[in-house]
């Protein structure tokens, strides 16, 4: 597999790390997991509570995932030790953070421990239509322009990783939240056969065989990672452009999938799509169209996907 497009953006080495061991002897492991609506942010906080339980730890997990079909924001806190109180991790108490979406993992940053928390997060980017304010097609977005080389300064240890296209690779790009867990595994001290385990009673019986594939490959990679401290650079194209440089669009429209019901149609701000003679929606005035994704957000059938491709990418980050 190609991996030239998976990044690291740092690693501290030598410093106290999170452990289940350490979990046990002291204070509740804490761990947030964040996303958009439709990662997979549950099944990640599902898959850890229920192995941090079959060690015999006290869990507590609560979670926030009223958009999960909608690209809203998704959180779960996971707390496991001998006893815990709350279900809720309070601010700067996070040992780790881990992170499906790019902008998501930025806002919860000062949740994590600031001297030894562990910052894990995708690169993938998911715009919100809300960051399209400007409707002039190619206009800058509104979206977080920090690269893993700047929010470096602000963790204590941070991986930045593809995740997303590591799963396309594997052929499937569901599979991107597995590959954060298979990075989150090396933070902590249960064995990967029992996080194998665990994962193999939370995904479709008929992609576990991908989904372990994606595990092992995250968790390879954060690894290797950590064998290239202080030398690694990060490919310029694994790195979230900023959206400061403008963007083409591309829709990626699944006609088998289209019902017809003209819910895009009627709601493109831009009045670009229509229905063609079969009745299947087609990008009509390509060029008027902003990338505002609510095609995508609304489409009950999943038939409409927004690609933004960025035009000049910012330069890479050093490790
Ligand atoms: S919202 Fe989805 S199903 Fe409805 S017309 Fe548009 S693409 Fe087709
Ligand atoms: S086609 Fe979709 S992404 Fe483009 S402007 Fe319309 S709703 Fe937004």
Request: aromatic content about 6%; some cysteine; hydrophobic content about 40%.
């Amino acid at each position: 597999m190609n991996r030239s497009n998976a990044s690291s953006s740092s690693v501290e080495s030598g410093q106290l790390r999170p452990t289940a061991a350490a979990a046990k002897a002291r204070e509740p492991m804490n761990v947030l997991i964040v996303g958009v609506g439709g990662q997979g942010v549950i099944m990640v906080s599902k898959a850890l509570a229920s192995l941090a339980q079959s060690k015999g730890f006290e869990v507590k997990q609560s979670e926030v995932h009223g958009m999960a079909k909608r690209g809203g924001t998704v959180f779960s806190h996971v707390r496991f030790g001998p006893q815990v109180w709350s279900p809720t991790i309070p601010k700067g108490e996070a040992d780790i953070l881990v992170a499906l979406e790019w902008a998501e993992g930025l806002r919860w940053l000062s949740y994590l421990k600031p001297d030894t928390g562990i910052f894990i997060c995708d690169t993938k980017r998911i715009v919100p239509p809300f960051a399209c304010l400007n409707r002039r097609p190619g206009a800058p977005l509104r979206y977080s322009r920090e690269t893993p080389a700047e929010v470096k300064q602000h963790v204590a240890e941070g991986y930045a990783i593809d995740a997303t296209q590591m799963a396309e690779e594997l052929g499937n790009e569901r599979a991107a939240n597995v590959v954060l867990i298979g990075a989150l595994s090396t933070a902590l001290d249960f064995p990967p056969e029992d996080w194998e385990k665990a994962l193999s009673q939370f995904v479709p019986k008929k992609t576990i065989a991908v989904n372990l594939e994606a595990f092992r490959l995250g968790r390879g990679w954060i690894n290797e990672a950590r064998t290239r401290v202080g030398v690694a650079t990060v490919p310029a194209e694994a790195v979230p452009a900023s959206m400061e440089a403008g963007y083409s669009v591309r829709l990626e429209i699944t006609q088998q999938w289209c019902k017809s019901c003209d819910i895009c149609v009627k709601l493109c701000p831009e009045r670009c799509l229509r229905l063609n003679e079969e009745r299947v929606v087609e990008l009509a005035q390509p060029e008027k169209c902003t990338g505002c994704r609510l095609c995508e957000l609304l489409c009950p059938d999943f038939a409409i996907r927004v690609h933004l491709d960025t035009a000049v990418p910012t330069q890479g980050a050093q490790a």
